[in-house]
């Protein structure tokens, strides 16, 4: 069965600062990886994805992931953190089997930038 | 472009009672996915209309139950309401559920309280 981990409930980091939000997957075959972040009532918004090919990804807001085959990890990262930047992240897999496209989401890991 | 919608955005039921959420896809996409966001949680995926077809389906009780309209448009509807469906409940769109590489957008929610 898929299934996506983040080891961590929350990560603080200062402005300015490189920042770290960890994920690990177990899937059968190929993974489709996605990370998507969730601001205070609100619905999730995409950040970037990995298909295949080149394994760091780069995404929307400076966000980027770095795919990890050997440690079935899937890391965003970003070089200089914002206070904006605040908010939920979650890591998600899917299938990638014709009408197997459910996407099976982690935890989610709070991250709080301060200035 | 209009983005993914959802209506209403709030609602409260008490148990027992039925409710019926809407969405709306985003503009091009064709295939509606919903999911169930409980508080602390990641999205859980509840099901996948394509053609207007259920084609996929994940770990929810049969009160659960949906329909796709011929403009792509969808409902979900739940049955006798128990306290522990109070969630967000998130629809997300995206272009055929062949398994490729598209991308599932989200609306912002509609956050339901039982109770």
């Known amino acids: 069965a898929q299934s996506v981990a983040q080891p961590e409930d929350q990560v603080n980091v200062a402005e300015g600062n490189p920042l770290t939000v960890k994920c690990t997957y177990s899937v059968s075959g190929n993974p489709y990886l996605f990370w998507y972040v969730q601001y205070p009532n609100r619905g999730l918004q995409f950040l970037l994805k990995?298909?295949?090919?080149?394994?760091l990804v780069k995404g929307s807001y400076g966000f980027e992931a770095e795919f990890n085959k050997s440690q079935t990890s899937f890391h965003l990262k970003k070089p200089s953190a914002l206070v904006s930047d605040s908010a939920l992240y979650f890591c998600?897999?899917?299938?990638?089997?014709?009408?197997?496209?459910?996407?099976?989401f982690g935890k989610g890991t709070t991250l709080s930038v301060s200035s | 472009d209009a983005g993914v919608t959802q209506s209403p955005t709030h609602l409260i039921k008490t148990r027992g009672q039925q409710v019926t959420l809407r969405c709306s896809p985003k503009s091009g996409h064709d295939t509606v996915s919903w999911y169930q966001q409980a508080l602390g949680q990641g999205p859980q995926f509840i099901f996948q209309y394509y053609e207007e077809e259920e084609r996929q389906r994940g770990n929810f009780p049969d009160r659960f139950s949906g329909h796709q309209f011929p403009n792509y448009s969808s409902e979900l509807n739940v049955n006798a309401l128990l306290l522990g469906d109070s969630a967000l409940y998130l629809c997300?769109?995206?272009?055929?559920?062949?398994?490729?590489?598209?991308?599932?957008?989200f609306g912002p929610g509609t956050r339901l309280l039982v109770l």
């Open positions: 997300a769109s995206s272009f055929g559920p062949q398994g490729g590489q598209e991308t599932q957008y």
């Open positions: 998600a897999v899917r299938e990638t089997a014709v009408y197997r496209t459910a996407l099976i």
């Open positions: 990995y298909i295949t090919g080149d394994n």
